[in-house]
Nanobody, 116 residues
Framework: QVELVESGGGLVQAGDSLRLSCAAS????????MGWFRQAPGKERDFVST????????YYADSVKGRFTISRDNALSTVVLQMNSLKPEDTAVYYC?????????WGQGTQVTVSS
């Protein structure tokens, strides 16, 4: 069992930056692929970014490529999403995800609102 707790969301203006953090419980954090997803009102949950267990590989949705950066610290069991040049269309609830077949865990989400 892995518990994920996100923090760092808030209300910002277009062009601002935010740093989302996800703290994971348990001693097996390094064995999970970690990711961020987001869900805007009335829409499905969408992929944002993932990072491999050793941080060797990162992937981003086209919509955030070049603006968002994902990183992890296995010693601290945390994953961070640095979001720069935020746009109103980035407004959503952001969820942290931990995946290791067949396990898939989600945090409770943190709201990010970007005003124009």
């Amino acid at each position: 069992q892995v518990e994920l707790v996100e923090s760092g969301g808030g209300l910002v203006q277009a062009g601002d930056s935010l740093r989302l953090s996800c703290a994971a419980s348990g001693r097996t954090f390094s064995s999970y692929t970690m990711g961020w997803f987001r869900q805007a009102p009335g829409k499905e949950r969408d992929f944002v970014s993932t990072i491999s267990r050793s941080s060797g590989s990162t992937y981003y949705a086209d919509s955030v490529k070049g603006r968002f950066t994902i990183s992890r610290d296995n010693a601290l069991s945390t994953v961070v999403l640095q979001m720069n040049s935020l746009k109103p269309e980035d407004t959503a609830v952001y969820y942290c995800n931990a995946y290791r077949r067949p396990f898939n865990y989600w945090g409770q989400g943190t709201q990010v609102t970007v005003s124009s």
